[in-house]
């Protein structure tokens, strides 16, 4: 037992998961009980399956790691049922289990693995093909191991609950919650690292900015459900029209942003920071600039209104990197933004928008 206890007090600490605290235990296990097949399973009582997770075979006896079986049809099950964890005549105690019948276990010895709460997580067992002894400290032996094991298992999961928490929180501290799209420090952190990549590359960047002309209108008129359900709709179609590269945000209220890599512009000269207003990186911000505003042009269907949107003003630009700060580049795409506005009013087209029957 001092040899064992001396094996534990190395691999106990050094495991970093289940596998490599469970791996060891199966080898003592084998050692104490003399069994050929060691091995680990997990239980889902409520899918009605039982599954070898981790085995040690070293015989006749072959327990396959990954074999999921009928809970009602195990060994573990019924030694559970009984309270009788282990026997060498399995065929004669428990003969009615196929599973056992079809490996040809003879001598079996287990024990259950649960968690704090006693919830039945998995089972600890030892098993061979022929018909042995089981030794007084087995007993002993699989109890402290499947206590090991179990609350490995609560840690591992517990870490995986921890893990899948923060990034939960982490998504929340990025996404607008109405809409799902990223929000204002999301798109910051794009953007920032849209201009460095450029920067390095010697592309230039698209910059949007997106301004519904006459939501404060649709709110007062319809409510602010209406409203809701207009700035959730919007989101979708101009999200529908982004390439794959490009980034659609919610600044916060009626404003949006789309960012996204441009073109090679070493033929450009552009200066550093600047808009640039010639060749084909003038014309990928049109047409990004014209697939935008046609997205929010057309009836929207509002709960039981409707709204007839003669569309946003949208003002994309490209820009040259070099130098250029995230702020910098939202201020020369909302000033083009403005200069659109300014055109549609006298066009009459930044007027509120009209209701639909």
């Known amino acids: 037992m001092d040899a064992l206890l001396a094996q534990l007090s190395s691999s106990v600490p050094a495991a970093r998961n289940l596998e490599q605290l469970t791996r060891p235990l199966l080898d003592m296990l084998g050692e104490v009980t003399g069994l050929e097949s060691t091995y680990l399973t997990t239980v889902d009582l409520h899918a009605g399956q039982q599954q070898v997770r981790l085995a040690r075979n070293e015989g006749v006896l072959q327990i396959p790691e990954g074999l999921t079986l009928p809970w009602e049809d195990t060994l573990c099950k019924r030694a559970l049922d009984e309270g009788r964890m282990a026997t060498n005549d399995v065929p004669d105690r428990w003969g009615d289990s196929e599973a056992a019948r079809q490996l040809g276990i003879q001598t079996y010895v287990s024990t259950p693995v ?95 900015c997106i301004d519904l002309d006459g939501f404060k209108a649709i709110n007062d008129r319809l409510g602010h459900q209406a409203g809701d359900l207009f700035l959730k709709e919007v989101a979708q179609r101009l999200a529908l029209e982004m390439r794959g590269s490009d980034m659609l945000a919610r600044m916060g209220g009626d404003e949006f942003v789309v960012v996204g890599p441009g073109l090679d512009m070493r033929a450009l000269p552009a200066n550093a920071g600047t808009v640039i207003e010639r060749g084909e990186a003038l014309q990928a911000a049109a047409t990004l600039q014209q697939r935008a505003t046609l997205a929010t042009v057309g009836r929207f269907d509002l709960g039981s209104q409707a709204v007839q949107y003669a569309g946003a003003s949208v003002g994309v630009v490209a820009l040259n990197p070099v130098g250029l700060s995230a702020e910098e580049a939202l201020q020369l795409a909302d000033a083009r933004m403005y200069e659109v506005k300014r055109a549609r009013q006298q066009q009459g087209l930044a007027s509120p928008s009209e209701t639909a029957n």
């Open 114 to 208: 649960r968690t704090d709460d006693g919830e039945l997580i998995g089972t600890l067992c030892a098993a061979s093909a022929r018909r042995q002894d089981i030794q007084p400290q087995a007993h002993s032996v699989l109890a402290l191991f499947s206590s090991l094991v179990g609350q490995f298992i609560q840690r591992e999961k517990l870490m995986a609950e921890l893990r899948a928490a923060n990034e939960q929180l982490a998504t929340f501290a990025l996404t607008d919650v109405l809409t799902g799209l990223p929000n204002r420090r999301a798109l910051f952190d794009e953007l920032q690292r849209l201009i460095q990549r450029a920067s390095r590359d010697g592309s230039c960047l698209l910059v949007g």
